[in-house]
């Protein structure tokens, strides 16, 4: 574990960084356009700062892939392919908590001072960590009951960066790509090949 987190510890914090900040933008946006009373804006503007921010989780991982890529053809580490899930994971961890402490005081906000204090901070603290997701936990609801009063609904929302990162660690050791379209060739260097 030690070894894991002296390789992967950067890339961890990078990941996690890069939440924090489309975090506050998707949060800035859904905020923005929940003024409008207009639900559809605001699920579209959410679904696009998820998929901006699931494009630089996959950025992260699919770097750490390739790297790892060239330590395993050296010879230097063994190939483990679950590594960028693990990756997520350690960048996610405030994420769990959150969703751990709204999962056990959850059931008892409404009797409860104390339990409905600390659902209060775990909403804050939402906000500020996946505000990418405001739009969508604010504007679809199951029933009576928005999305984002449900326990699972947190676990739920940290399963795409879990998944992408894998994903995306498993393409960067594999060295290819899902985003060709991003990648720019100088005209020069194109008629050369």
């Known amino acids: 574990m030690k070894e894991f987190l002296h390789n992967y ?35 579209v503007v959410s679904v696009i700062s998820i998929l901006f921010y ?27 392919p679950h590594t960028g899930l693990l990756v997520s994971l350690v960048a996610n961890i405030p994420n769990f908590l959150i969703a751990i402490v709204f999962t056990a005081f959850s059931p008892f906000k409404a009797t409860n001072t104390v339990a409905g ?19 969508v936990t604010t504007s679809i609801s199951i029933g009576a009951k928005l999305l984002n009063t449900f326990w699972w609904s947190y676990f739920l929302i940290i399963l795409p960066a879990m998944m992408v990162s ?26 050369k090949k």
Request: glycine letters at 8%; proline letters at 1%.
């Open 9 to 43: 510890s950067y890339s961890s914090i990078k990941m996690f960084v890069n939440q924090f900040a489309i975090s506050i933008f998707g949060a800035m946006l859904s905020m923005a356009t929940s003024a409008a009373a207009n639900n559809t804006l605001s699920i």
């Open 166 to 191: 894998w994903v995306g660690y498993y393409l960067g050791f594999k060295n290819k790509k899902l985003t060709t379209l991003f990648d720019y060739q100088a005209p020069d260097k194109a008629k």
């Open 54 to 80: 699931l494009f630089l989780i996959y950025t992260v991982a699919w770097e750490v892939g390739a790297k790892d890529r060239i330590s395993v053809d050296i010879g230097k580490k063994k190939y483990r």
């Open 117 to 135: 204090g600390v659902c209060v901070v775990t909403s804050v603290l939402t906000l500020l960590l996946e505000g990418m997701y405001l739009g």
